[in-house]
């Protein structure tokens, strides 16, 4: 037998007990997950993430002393390697984008919290994107069907290379990150980005995400239905 995998260390973020009690119970019933933390704001979380090294950050986006998307920022500063799942009220495309821009990869209703947590943890572990439904349907359909579409030469314009970088980043990988991966100098990392988001007319790390989400470079899953397959 193999040495024991180990487990999934969570970090838990919300100013009010009760949420924080409620998520931490959800997820103790998994046996390979742990609540290392729990924290009161969004300060509190981006000094516990730095200190404790958690691999998943749950977040409330309204925090007092430090909000959601700032913390998230913060984090991702110093753990570039951690995944953020936001909890919200909001169904708000304007705040999916903020989300996205921020760099967390998973928006989750807090009214779907009960039904939902733990598929939206199994998606980030495994480097996918999870929306909570109605979130899901209004950014994939009514977002995207506004937005130009990609022509087909663009895509194809992309180098293998690029398409390997696509994921990387998509997945929430740093350029730095990237560049380890793929045995690249960073200066090279950034300018195969530069080039990237120049030949797909991209302009900010969300537009990259959905980019990748409707090309079938990386999954969405969506609650019940599991990744999303885009035709």
């Not at 909890?87 to 998973?106: D, F, K, W």
Request: include cysteine; hydrophobic fraction near 40%.
């Amino acid at each position: 037998m193999g040495a024991l995998m180990a487990k999934l260390r969570i970090l838990v973020a919300d100013d009010h007990e009760i949420v924080r009690h409620g998520v931490r119970n959800l997820l103790q019933e998994h046996a390979g997950w742990e609540v290392c933390a729990e924290a009161v704001d969004g300060r509190d979380a981006a000094e516990k993430a730095v200190q404790l090294r958690p691999d998943i950050v749950i977040l409330d986006i309204g925090m007092p002393n430090l909000n959601g998307l700032e913390a998230t920022r913060q984090i991702l500063h110093h753990r570039p390697e951690a995944k953020v799942l936001i909890l919200t009220i909001h169904e708000s495309e304007q705040v999916v984008r903020e989300v996205l821009e921020a760099g967390a990869r998973g928006y989750l209703l807090k009214s779907d919290t009960g039904r939902d947590l733990v598929s939206a943890i199994e998606a980030l572990q495994k480097n996918q994107t999870f929306f909570t439904s109605n979130v899901a349907e209004m950014v994939l359909e009514n977002y995207l069907r506004s937005k130009p579409e990609f022509s087909p030469s663009a895509k194809n314009d992309l180098t293998p290379r690029e398409r390997e970088i696509v994921q990387l980043l998509a997945e929430g990988k740093s350029t730095k990150e990237v560049a380890v991966a793929l045995g690249l100098s960073v200066k090279t990392a950034e300018t195969h980005r530069a080039n990237i988001m120049r030949k797909l007319n991209l302009h900010s790390v969300s537009e990259l995400v959905l980019y990748a989400v409707r090309n079938n470079i990386v999954q969405v899953v969506q609650p019940g239905l599991g990744p999303q397959q885009q035709g």
